[in-house]
């Protein structure tokens, strides 16, 4: 069974480019996540979709980040403009269960270099 | 919301000696917490939990202990290899309006294992 699937791994861009990622969940994950990562720091919550549903996106910074699962699928989010500050590892997660069992999927991470 | 501690952010042991990896969480509400362990440059993958209806979990080398009226838990590595070294980061979830919800995170502990 194939994993959480992320891409780009790596991402260089200019500050004030836009940026996005793409999220492939394990199939037939419901609930889908993005974390952001700094370095040296434990991931962190930016949104959380049951479904196709945005069920939890407060610490989404709304003024330059979107993100979208149109079909409660796959998920891309989006950074526009990007700022020196984003540079981070944005990683994206899955699980298949209403908050029972818990354990969280993660893929290996979209790292991005602002600069 | 919830608010995760994690002890120490270093931990550096000999070879064949146990680890011990302190947390402490804020919200007496929360009833899950995994550990996840990260190595560089991969993707966060769990290696234990615990549920706040249990005192003690034992998986092997790993076990981890809950303490509800403290509102602590700690993961405990017995026996260490090479092979453990990587940062580990305790979580917590707090069941809101009955689903899934996303984990929080501590800051991480990097374990170093001196052969």
């Known amino acids: 069974e194939a994993g959480v699937v992320q891409s780009p791994r790596y991402k260089i861009i200019e500050k004030k480019q836009p940026v996005a990622f793409w999220c492939n969940p394990i199939?037939?994950?419901?609930?889908l996540y993005w974390y952001l990562q700094n370095l040296g720091q434990g991931p962190e919550l930016l949104i959380r979709?049951?479904?196709?549903?945005?069920?939890?996106d407060s610490q989404l910074p709304k003024d330059r980040f979107s993100a979208e699962r149109l079909k409660g699928v796959d998920s891309t989010l989006k950074i526009q403009p990007a700022e020196l500050g984003d540079s981070a590892v944005y990683l994206c997660?899955?699980?298949?269960?209403?908050?029972?069992?818990?354990?969280?999927?993660f893929g290996e991470g979209s790292r991005l270099t602002v600069l | 919301g919830e608010n995760v501690e994690q002890h120490p952010s270093t931990l550096s042991v000999q070879e064949g000696d146990s680890a011990v990896i302190k947390c402490t969480y804020s919200d007496s509400a929360s009833n899950y917490f995994p550990w996840y362990k990260q190595e560089l440059g991969k993707r966060p993958q769990l290696i234990i939990d615990i549920r706040s209806n249990v005192g003690e979990k034992k998986d092997q080398r790993i076990a981890v202990t809950l303490n509800k009226t403290a509102k602590h838990f700690s993961l405990h590595i017995t026996e260490t290899q090479p092979e453990d070294s990587a940062v580990y980061f305790c979580a917590a979830r707090n069941p809101r309006r009955g689903g899934a919800d996303g984990l929080t995170f501590g800051k991480g502990t990097h374990l170093i294992i001196q052969p």
């Open positions: 199939s037939g994950h419901n609930t």
């Open positions: 979709y049951e479904n196709e549903e945005a069920v939890d």
């Open positions: 997660a899955s699980s298949s269960d209403r908050g029972h069992t818990g354990e969280l999927f």
